[in-house]
């Protein structure tokens, strides 16, 4: 089973040493996604942290963009870190990206200041514990309705999830925990396991 | 958990992921909130802000400084991607001037005209990141050593030729290259000669005062460290590269890219981005050069596509290596 990391700007290669560490466990390999070809062999899809401008534009050009709102309705688990959670969300308040709407939070890019102001906070993230999360130039959930809350900082979001889209606005991959990368292997395959029961 | 909050590299981790977020990019200069908007739109990762870029400066002397903080924030106020800024060599107050500003990283710049001819700024007494230019493998050490959070090469700025920065990376390549088989003991031996650099002022000062055979020891070199110190903590980033195999933090090219095979040729040479100065905003269509730059940077092997977006641009003139002075020279 194959988890993609989306491959067009950002921290990619952080995320794949990540998969490629978990792959043993769990029977993953991390696959570069640059194009719809890559995106049929992946049952993942990790967008990463980076310039969301830069990313969506490229999306949209690649003509991915649609692609990714396809596949995630016909069951492709999506990760979307900072940058990523940005591309997911269903409004961003700037026309300069639209959100795929995936997931139903609204999104404010660069909420808590310039890179001066970037941080390490420890947080705690339901299902998964307690976890030291790196905030660089992060975007800040301001509203979610019906998914689940997994994590919050300061009273706001930081950890969304809904069904098989997770939205997350700091960087898991620059730190030495895999947890939140086998949190979301585990869900995928916990789901493979029960369409398979269905199928019998 | 592994609780990176009261580690004491939180702010280096803070820095280097920063940089991390522009790999596969196109960071651009501009020098007005207008070049700002253009870059962004045209895909633009981040933009650097100077007073004039390079070509210009090149072409109309004079001493080149950060640009006017007027001109900084109003680029600010016009992009929402990281705006970078240019800060002269060892300039340290230009450096704190610029942090105040909230510029996003800082670029300790050849390009600019250098404000100290021993040493570069102590970038870890700072909470903005910094980049700096390397020709040579040392040189990326010693920078990487002062808390540099990223690496580009120097080339040669406002040349539109390529063939400096070819020849920095293959350079800093060798170096990594060359510790692969070295024992502890070279290494350190390695850490020593990459050091001596920092003792020239001691050398020149302590040598006129009290003659060459008297010299004071070597201790507060750089910034209250003394050699010993600084020697481990080159040995500490020597040992990082050996085990990395590559430079422990984002290595983008600059200096001379001017074409979008330029930058492709930079990517395919393992740059982690490209830095483009006066190529695109000295070239016939700024906008058409920027997004084939980027499409190039994005898809450095697609040379078809390379191709298309490179067909009818007319991009920055030349020059040759000879007859110019050389920027990559500043800084040591």
């Known amino acids: 089973m194959n988890i993609g990391i989306l491959n067009i700007q950002g921290d990619v290669s952080e995320h794949y040493y990540f998969i490629k560490k978990l792959g043993k466990k769990y029977g993953v390999s991390p696959l570069l996604v640059k194009n719809n070809n890559d995106l049929n062999n992946v049952s993942g899809l990790i967008i990463p942290g980076g310039e969301s401008t830069v990313i969506y534009n490229i999306l949209v050009k690649n003509n991915m963009y649609d692609n990714i709102i396809n596949l995630n309705k016909n069951g492709l688990y999506v990760m979307g870190t900072c940058a990523g959670a940005i591309i997911l969300s269903e409004d961003t308040s700037d026309i300069r990206v639209k959100g795929m709407g995936l997931i139903d939070i609204k999104i404010k890019r660069n909420a808590y200041g310039r890179q001066i102001n970037s941080f390490i906070e420890n947080i705690y993230i339901k299902h998964i514990g307690d976890f030291s999360a790196v905030f660089i130039r992060a975007p800040e959930i301001e509203e979610y309705k019906n998914s689940e809350l997994l994590s919050e900082y300061n009273n706001k979001p930081v950890f969304v999830r809904n069904k098989n889209v997770l939205a997350l606005t700091f960087h898991p991959e620059l730190t030495g925990d895999p947890s939140i990368h086998e949190y979301f292997i585990k869900n995928i395959l916990e789901n493979e396991a029960g369409n398979n029961r269905a199928k019998q | ?332």
Request: aromatic share 6%.
């Open chain 2, 1 to 332: 958990m592994l609780d990176l909050k009261t580690l004491k590299f939180g702010d280096e981790l803070l820095k280097r992921g920063f940089a991390k977020m522009t790999k596969g990019g196109v960071i651009m200069d501009v020098t007005t909130a207008e070049q700002a908007k253009i870059a962004e739109n045209s895909g633009a990762v981040a933009v650097m802000a100077l007073e004039r870029v390079p070509a210009d400066i090149r072409k109309e002397g004079g001493v080149a400084r950060m640009a006017d903080p007027l001109k900084i924030k109003e680029i600010l106020d016009s992009v929402s991607i990281p705006v970078m800024a240019k800060v002269r060599i060892g300039h340290l107050s230009e450096a704190y001037v610029l942090e105040s500003l909230g510029v996003d990283m800082l670029d300790e710049s050849e390009v600019l005209t250098p404000a100290d001819p021993f040493y570069h700024i102590n970038k870890k007494l700072y909470k903005v990141p910094v980049v700096c230019g390397a020709r040579t493998f040392p040189e990326a050490v010693r920078r990487i050593f002062e808390g540099a959070a990223m690496i580009r090469t120097k080339g040669e700025a406002g040349t539109g030729n390529i063939v400096e920065a070819m020849r920095h990376i293959r350079a800093v390549e060798d170096g990594i290259y060359i510790l692969r088989d070295l024992t502890n003991d070279e290494l350190y031996k390695v850490a020593e000669n990459i050091s001596k650099t920092y003792i020239s002022l001691r050398d020149l000062t302590s040598g006129e005062l009290l003659g060459n055979e008297n010299k004071l020891s070597y201790d507060n070199v750089y910034y209250d460290m003394d050699y010993k110190t600084i020697n481990d903590n080159i040995f500490r980033v020597l040992r990082e590269i050996k085990r990395m195999r590559r430079l422990p933090l984002v290595n983008f090219a600059a200096g001379g890219v001017a074409t979008p095979s330029d930058a492709a040729l930079m990517m395919k040479m393992g740059m982690d981005g490209v830095f483009v100065g006066s190529g695109i905003f000295k070239s016939k269509n700024p906008e058409k050069m920027a997004r084939a730059v980027v499409e190039a940077t994005e898809n450095y092997e697609d040379y078809k596509s390379i191709a298309d977006v490179s067909s009818g641009l007319e991009g920055m003139e030349g020059l040759e290596m000879e007859n110019i002075e050389k920027l990559q020279d500043r800084g040591n």
